[in-house]
């Protein structure tokens, strides 16, 4: 929003005048921009936070600012960036109580990193990098809200010298709830926990917000897997499986699923490999979710022994045009309630 002068004024910088009869001065002619903009910028702060205006509630903005911002008592304490920045992070050198993010003081994991970015910096339009060395990083990485306008955190490792194994301290390997967005790119991801804990047990968990992966690898190791596993588990989120492609790896008897879509929304944008044994479906996709495949170029390819897919409760599986068999499995892909394959 830009300030707007008092009418008829050239001056874009002019102030506003108050009229006095008594001395013959007239006061200011004020534009309706000056009154119907900041209304307009107010209200649509409070709407994209979620809030539905209410003409009663005069602590709305206060409201919205606090679910947009995390901490915003301590937005103002942030650094803003002017440029884009490389936080480095090495398992084997890295000590979270002395690090700075340079190569000399690298953090020790993941999360204290994205903590770090989160709790400190104001990104604006600039991407922060998230550089991860070679080694295993035995966590489970719950990526935090962050502070923007345009510029994004990547999450960046040295392709499968770099793995992200959970082991059994959390049930997903790398997982995002909060409304922003997240690049990972060039690491392997474990699955979470084994088959014998509640719940869904996944490498990537997308509740929110949106993750874009890019020459990762998700693996259900051996002694993981069951009927509650799946690689990629998206529940009201947005994930892109883009840029050079990536891989599902199935090592272990069986996963649950390759893909499970409850709600939210997959995007093939590039070549996806798939490897392994399914107990329900390569692809499942449910309560109004979707796996779109965003034009004719990537393909899914590898072999996997299962149903292709299923689809219910008005889920939809776009495949522009690959046919009945265009995902991995042996046995054929169903519909039900509503949903759609096309």
Same mark, same amino acid.
């Given at each position: 929003?830009?300030?707007?002068?008092? !009418?008829?004024? %050239?001056?874009?910088?002019? @102030?506003y005048v108050d009229g006095n009869p008594a001395l013959g001065i007239e006061g200011s002619a004020v534009p309706f921009e000056a009154v119907e903009h900041p209304q307009r910028e107010i209200v649509n702060v409070?709407?994209?936070? #979620?809030?539905?205006?209410?003409?009663?509630?005069?602590?709305?903005?206060?409201?919205?600012? *606090?679910?947009?911002?995390?901490?915003?008592?301590?937005? /103002?304490?942030?650094?803003?960036? %002017?440029? =884009?920045? %490389?936080?480095?992070?090495?398992?084997a050198t890295g000590n979270n109580a002395t690090a700075d993010g340079s190569l000399q003081f690298p953090f020790k994991t993941i999360q204290a990193a994205c903590n770090y970015v989160a709790q400190n910096l104001?990104?604006?339009?600039?991407?922060?990098?998230?550089?991860?060395?070679?080694?295993?990083?035995?966590?489970?990485?719950?990526?935090?809200? !962050?502070?923007?306008?345009?510029?994004?955190?990547?999450?960046?490792?040295? @392709?499968?010298?770099?793995?992200?194994?959970?082991?059994?301290?959390?049930? /997903?390997?790398?997982?995002?709830?909060?409304?922003?967005?997240?690049?990972?790119?060039?690491?392997?991801?474990? +699955? *979470? !926990?084994?088959?014998? $804990?509640? #719940?869904?047990? =996944?490498?990537?968990?997308?509740?929110?917000?949106?993750?874009?992966?890019?020459?990762?690898?998700?693996? $259900?190791?051996? #002694?993981?897997? #069951?009927?509650?596993?799946?690689?990629? $588990?998206?529940? *009201?989120?947005?994930?892109?499986? *883009?840029?050079?492609?990536?891989t599902i790896t199935i090592t272990a008897t069986s996963a649950g699923w390759g893909i499970l879509v409850n709600g939210g929304n997959v995007s093939l944008e590039a070549n996806l490999a798939i490897t392994g044994? +399914?107990?329900?479906?390569?692809?499942?996709?449910?309560?109004?979710?979707?796996?779109?495949?965003?034009?004719?170029?990537?393909?899914?390819?590898?072999? +996997?022994?299962?149903?292709?897919? =299923?689809?219910?409760?008005?889920?939809?599986?776009?495949?522009?045009?690959?046919?009945?068999?265009?995902?991995?499995?042996?046995?054929?892909? @169903?519909?039900?309630? @509503?949903?759609?394959?096309?």
């Amino acid at each position: 929003m830009k300030y707007r002068q008092p !009418y008829g004024i %050239t001056d874009e910088n002019a @102030g506003y005048v108050d009229g006095n009869p008594a001395l013959g001065i007239e006061g200011s002619a004020v534009p309706f921009e000056a009154v119907e903009h900041p209304q307009r910028e107010i209200v649509n702060v409070i709407e994209r936070a #979620g809030l539905i205006p209410d003409r009663n509630d005069l602590t709305q903005l206060y409201q919205a600012l *606090g679910l947009l911002i995390p901490q915003p008592e301590k937005f /103002w304490l942030l650094k803003r960036l %002017t440029a =884009s920045l %490389t936080i480095n992070v090495n398992a084997a050198t890295g000590n979270n109580a002395t690090a700075d993010g340079s190569l000399q003081f690298p953090f020790k994991t993941i999360q204290a990193a994205c903590n770090y970015v989160a709790q400190n910096l104001f990104l604006g339009p600039y991407n922060v990098t998230i550089q991860v060395a070679a080694g295993t990083y035995a966590e489970s990485v719950s990526l935090p809200q !962050y502070v923007r306008t345009t510029g994004t955190i990547v999450l960046s490792g040295a @392709g499968a010298a770099t793995i992200v194994n959970p082991a059994n301290v959390g049930t /997903w390997g790398v997982a995002l709830s909060s409304a922003v967005s997240y690049v990972i790119k060039n690491m392997q991801i474990n +699955v *979470g !926990y084994t088959s014998t $804990v509640a #719940g869904y047990c =996944s490498c990537i968990y997308a509740a929110g917000g949106t993750i874009t992966l890019d020459g990762c690898t998700l693996l $259900v190791p051996p #002694g993981y897997g #069951g009927a509650n596993s799946a690689p990629l $588990v998206v529940g *009201g989120g947005f994930v892109a499986l *883009g840029g050079t492609g990536n891989t599902i790896t199935i090592t272990a008897t069986s996963a649950g699923w390759g893909i499970l879509v409850n709600g939210g929304n997959v995007s093939l944008e590039a070549n996806l490999a798939i490897t392994g044994a +399914v107990i329900s479906a390569t692809i499942s996709v449910n309560y109004l979710g979707s796996f779109v495949r965003q034009s004719a170029l990537p393909i899914i390819t590898g072999s +996997v022994t299962g149903t292709r897919y =299923s689809a219910t409760l008005l889920g939809i599986i776009t495949v522009q045009g690959g046919g009945a068999n265009f995902i991995p499995g042996t046995l054929a892909g @169903g519909v039900s309630t @509503g949903a759609q394959y096309a």
